[in-house]
């Protein structure tokens, strides 16, 4: 899960792949689904992609496995 998580980080540096980076963390949120960290990680690519409604639908899913900001 991790592995396919840091693809996500290398695209994220890389504006034209941010969709990218999100459809890698999604990856990565279904190979560890009780996790919140890369729920709370899709919300900053959300948020570099000027997408505010799916940034918060991923921080909520975030704080419904546990994160607590």
Known sequence: CDAISNVSVIY???????????????????????????????V???MKMGNPKEAQKAMDKAKELGYNP
């Open 44 to 46: 900053g690519i959300y």
């Open 12 to 42: 994220s540096k890389m504006d034209d792949r941010l969709d990218d980076a999100a459809k890698f963390l999604l990856k990565a949120a279904d190979c560890a689904p009780t996790e919140h960290i890369y729920w709370r990680q899709l």
